[in-house]
């Protein structure tokens, strides 16, 4: 499976290995069409079998603006690949990656982006809410 954390300046991106997400790459934003090629390529690269996208959904549970953003890739994506693409809840996932890579040290010293470790975070809490019994 791919993972993606999609937004608006870098689109993060993440490969399962078994059950275990790992990043992968961090595409810079040009246009959405590139971005899609960029992303099926890697796809079609890693031989997955499903792309879970990161939904931005508000704390209280409800879909903003940014979901509904975020759907609308989702969809022009599903166009342009021949595998499911789902979205699963991504509430905090920036946040939690953040504050460990504070509390590694991690961010600040490599000063880098975190969008790749976001998305292995969003894929990895797809995996495993499968992995749970009903």
Same mark, same amino acid.
């Given at each position: 499976?791919?993972?993606?954390?999609?937004?608006? %300046? %870098?689109?993060?991106?993440? =490969?399962? !290995?078994?059950? =275990?997400?790992?990043?992968?790459?961090?595409? +810079?934003?040009?246009?959405?069409?590139? @971005?899609?090629?960029? #992303?099926?390529?890697?796809?079609?690269?890693?031989?997955? +079998?499903?792309? =879970?996208?990161?939904?931005?959904?508000?704390?209280?549970?409800? !879909?903003? !603006?940014?979901?509904?953003? &975020?759907?609308?890739?989702?969809?022009?994506?599903?166009?342009? $690949?021949?595998?499911?693409?789902?979205?699963?809840? +991504?509430?905090?996932?920036?946040? @939690? $990656?953040? @504050?460990?890579?504070?509390?590694?040290? &991690?961010?600040? %010293?490599?000063?880098?982006?975190? @969008?790749?470790?976001?998305?292995?975070? #969003?894929?990895?809490?797809?995996?495993?809410?499968?992995?749970?019994?009903?």
């Amino acid at each position: 499976m791919l993972g993606l954390d999609v937004g608006e %300046r %870098r689109i993060g991106v993440a =490969v399962s !290995e078994g059950s =275990v997400s790992v990043p992968l790459a961090i595409i +810079e934003h040009t246009n959405r069409a590139a @971005d899609i090629a960029r #992303i099926a390529a890697i796809a079609v690269g890693e031989r997955v +079998e499903a792309i =879970v996208v990161g939904l931005p959904v508000l704390p209280s549970g409800d !879909e903003g !603006e940014q979901a509904r953003l &975020t759907r609308a890739f989702g969809a022009r994506l599903a166009e342009a $690949v021949p595998l499911p693409v789902l979205f699963h809840d +991504e509430r905090l996932s920036s946040r @939690d $990656v953040e @504050d460990a890579a504070a509390s590694a040290g &991690t961010h600040r %010293r490599r000063k880098r982006h975190l @969008d790749d470790l976001a998305a292995a975070l #969003i894929l990895q809490r797809y995996i495993d809410a499968q992995r749970r019994p009903a």
